[in-house]
């Protein structure tokens, strides 16, 4: 069972303003796929904060896998693509490839999805759309992947034979 964190990138949601969705949404997902959620946090569409949330994760908490949510639009304040390319060791485009080919058919908007995919260390980070709608569809396209990315990355699975 991977252990996953989830941040939920707002700038209305870490003041108070507004409910966090999208978030939950995720998590809601990932009980139903039986993976464990080990940390749950909301930062403001700041890059700096973003990029040192997720350098934290990364070194101090026992995940394997961050998915974020929200800021991967076009607004000038959608930053968490540059946050998160700043923590990237290997960048992994087929995942967020996939994302957007597999959501276009139903929802041609979620072309402008700037989210990425990247490997820190043994950890893989996943940006997310920010609304719950999109976060359940992409969901359904990456869960079936999520183990195996994540087992390969800790040395656990070379190719497809899992390591003696």
Not at 106 to 123: D, E, F, I, W, Y
Request: glycine share 8%; hydrophobic share 40%.
């Amino acid at each position: 069972m991977q252990r996953v964190a989830i941040l939920t990138v707002s700038d209305r949601c870490s003041n108070g303003k507004q409910e966090d969705l999208s978030g939950p949404a995720i998590a809601d997902c990932l009980r139903a796929s039986e993976h464990a959620l080990a940390w749950y946090g909301i930062v403001p569409d700041e890059q700096e904060e973003i990029t040192d949330k997720l350098k934290y994760l990364c070194e101090f908490v026992d995940v394997d896998i961050i998915l974020t949510t929200g800021g991967t639009g076009l607004s000038p304040r959608d930053v968490t693509p540059e946050a998160t390319l700043q923590l990237a060791d290997r960048v992994v485009p087929g995942i967020a490839e996939a994302m957007r080919a597999q959501t276009a058919a139903q929802a041609p908007r979620s072309m402008l999805s700037r989210g990425v995919v990247v490997a820190h260390g043994h950890k893989l980070i996943i940006n997310l759309p920010g609304s719950p709608k999109a976060v359940r569809e992409c969901m359904c396209v990456i869960l079936p992947v999520l183990d195996h990315a994540a087992n390969v990355l800790k040395g656990a699975v070379r190719g497809c034979a899992a390591t003696p």
